[in-house]
């Protein structure tokens, strides 16, 4: 599996021509909160991505094997929810875990619209390892904070979530 390669660290004092002081409104992009948040992101998502190699999955893979270990929502409609993906992503994620034999889909009987979803026995064991896998990758996010500090930290997210969420309460 090809992993992307890290993009290379900004530096602070980075010259920056957004930040230029006779432009309308100077903007320093890398106090963005919006860039920061994205740049953490990306890196997360290599992170992820290299810890999840070894069982053979992608990013987008252990997502919705997950799902369905800790709440499974027997439907691939439902799974599509929870896991924010449209239809036609979904089916082809599927698709790809079928074939790795992690997971099986079967039509239900009383209605052929409705595909109901599950691991199978390998996809039981391999997903099993992935909360402990996740685990690890927000230890070493949240590395040299303090309880208090990580509290702090989740209630701040969850007002900025709120700033920016959907007034019909969206994802």
């Given at each position: ?90 089916t082809r ?41 996740l685990g ?36």
């Amino acid at each position: 599996m090809n992993l992307p390669s890290v993009p290379p660290p900004l530096s602070a004092d980075a010259a920056c021509p957004l930040s230029d002081p006779e432009l309308p409104v100077p903007f320093e992009i890398e106090r963005s909160i919006g860039f920061q948040m994205r740049r953490i992101t990306t890196l997360l998502g290599y992170e992820v991505e290299r810890r999840m190699e070894p069982l053979g999955l992608t990013d987008a893979q252990w997502k919705p094997l997950l799902r369905l270990l800790l709440d499974p929502p027997g439907t691939a409609a439902a799974l599509a929810r929870m896991c924010h993906l449209d239809a036609g992503g979904l089916t082809r994620l599927l698709d790809r875990l079928e074939a790795k034999g992690l997971c099986q889909r079967e039509r239900s009987q009383e209605d052929r619209r409705v595909v109901h979803v599950a691991l199978t026995s390998e996809g039981q064991a391999v997903a099993a390892q992935l909360p402990a896998l996740l685990g690890e990758v927000q230890d070493q996010l949240l590395q040299g904070f303090s309880a208090e500090e990580e509290a702090q930290l989740r209630d701040f997210l969850k007002r900025i979530y709120a700033n920016v969420r959907p007034p019909e309460g969206g994802p």
